[in-house]
Structures are given as structure tokens and as C-alpha cells.
């Protein structure tokens, strides 16, 4: 028994686990980045999620709910969603409704390691204005853009994780 969030979560288990659980709401994406920072751990991650922040997490490129979130669960998982469980289903009985995702790490890192905090940085900054252009949240110019193959006006919420890792690496040159 111990605070998940200031547990050395690596070593509880002597082999990859899988871990299932029902996590507290308020503070569920936190509980899932902590995991994540111990990814090699984990052969498998089942959550219960409320249902908005499951579909952040599942969000694909184009949508509205698309975001920084959605880039740094696909990149370092193949999300599947389970079911979703209506309020109904709880008591006492509650309005919101819950999803169930399972994560499996991806087998193989799409950057070195050391690169992957910068990386993630980049994402976040590309993400912070919502409503912005690529190039008013970065500092790519229209030129810069056009020249990797982009419009001027894209957005990052209509970026691929193959996309943000391209952009990255032209910035680290």
C-alpha cells in the first residue's frame, strides 16, 4: 500500500506485468504517465477511464480532441478500447460514463531514448495555442513548412506521430 504517483513502480514486479485497475478519475492520466515512465516493466496496461479522457487518449489526427495526450499514448502504445460502461452500471449510480483501454508498449522505440523528453517538449509547445498554426506555436516560418512538404496553415491537430517526428528532427538539425 502505497501513493502510486511517488512509487518506484519498476520494482514491484520481478518480471513484465500486467496491471488492471479502476483509476481514481481526478488523477487517472497521472497514474498512466507514471506507468508509462515505467513502460519496460509492463507487458499489458488496463484502465478504466473516465469516458472524456479515454477519448483523449485514443483520439486519432484531424479530431477536436486530438492532442499532445493522444501523441504521447500512440507513440508509446497500440491502444485498444474495451468497452465503455455507462453510470448506470456503478453504485451508487453516477452520470458519467467510463471506457476501458488496454495499452501494449510498442516493441520498439521510435526515437533514441535521449531524445524522447525534447521530443515530447516539442509536441506539448505545438499543442499550445489549440486554435494556432504550426508555425505561430513553433518557430517553423511558412517557407520551412512548405519546404518539409506542409501547408502553411496546418495545425497540429492534423499531424501524425510520423509527422511530429519529422518536424522534430528538422528542428534538431
Given amino acids: 500500500e ?13 518480471d513484465r506485468a500486467v496491471v488492471v485497475g479502476n483509476l481514481p478519475y481526478n488523477i487517472s492520466i497521472k497514474i498512466f504517465e507514471r506507468c508509462t515512465n515505467y ?11 473516465q469516458k472524456e479522457a479515454a477519448d483523449r487518449l ?8 486530438y492532442s499532445s495526450l493522444s501523441v504521447y499514448a500512440a507513440y508509446h502504445y497500440e491502444i485498444k478500447k474495451v468497452c465503455r460502461i455507462g453510470g448506470g452500471n456503478f453504485f451508487p449510480k453516477t452520470k458519467a460514463s467510463s471506457s476501458v483501454l488496454e495499452f501494449t508498449p510498442h516493441e ?3 526515437l533514441p531514448p535521449e531524445q524522447e523528453d525534447g521530443f515530447f517538449d ?3 509547445s505545438c ?3 489549440k486554435r494556432k498554426t504550426l508555425r505561430n506555436n513553433t518557430s517553423f516560418t511558412a517557407d520551412s513548412l512548405k519546404e518539409l ?7 497540429a ?3 501524425s506521430i510520423a509527422d511530429f517526428i519529422r518536424l522534430y528532427r528538422e528542428l534538431k538539425i
Avoid at 502510486?4 to 520494482?11: D, F, H, P, R, S
Avoid at 513502460?39 to 477511464?49: G, T
Avoid at 485514443?58 to 480532441?65: L, R, V
Fill in 58 to 65: 485514443i483520439a486519432e489526427p484531424g479530431g477536436k480532441i
Fill in 108 to 110: 520498439r522505440r521510435l
Fill in 157 to 159: 491537430e492534423q499531424l
Fill in 149 to 155: 512538404g506542409f501547408s502553411e496553415s496546418v495545425r
Fill in 2 to 14: 502505497a501513493d502510486v504517483l511517488k512509487t518506484e513502480i519498476g520494482a514491484l514486479f520481478e
Fill in 127 to 129: 499543442f499550445r495555442l
Fill in 122 to 124: 516539442f509536441v506539448r
Fill in 39 to 49: 513502460i519496460r516493466s509492463f507487458k499489458r496496461l488496463v484502465f478504466m477511464f
